[in-house]
C-alpha cells in the first residue's frame, strides 16, 4: 500500500478498511500496527502522528479515527476512542 510504502506503516501491517465519512477517515489495521504502537513508546505521539498527518493530508479531511482488528486500540500511555486530529510535529 502507498501508506507502508511511504513509509507511514510498518512493514507487514495490513489496512483492512477504510472509509471516509464526511470529514473523518476511519481506518482498521491489523494486530501488527498494534504491536508497532506498543513498541514506539515515547515515539507513539510522532508514530501515530505521521499516520494521521498523512491520512488528513492526502484525503483532505479534519479527524482519523483507527482501530486494530476492529477495536478500539489501548497502549500503556492512551486509549485511542476518540478521533485523531492533524498532530504538529514541530
Not at 42 to 71: C, P, Q, W
Not at 82 to 88: A, I, K, L, R, T
Amino acid at each position: 500500500s502507498m501508506l507502508i510504502k511511504s513509509g507511514v506503516l510498518p512493514e507487514g501491517v495490513e489496512v483492512n478498511s477504510f472509509e471516509i465519512d464526511g470529514n473523518t477517515a476511519k481506518i482498521d489495521l491489523s494486530e501488527e500496527f498494534g504491536v508497532a504502537l506498543n513498541e514506539a513508546r515515547t515515539f507513539e505521539a510522532i508514530f501515530l502522528g505521521s499516520l494521521a498527518n498523512t491520512i488528513i493530508d492526502y484525503y483532505g479531511v479534519e479527524y482519523l479515527i483507527f482501530t486494530v482488528e476492529g477495536e478500539i486500540f489501548e497502549t500503556g500511555l492512551n486509549v485511542y476512542d476518540s478521533p485523531v486530529e492533524f498532530f504538529p510535529m514541530s
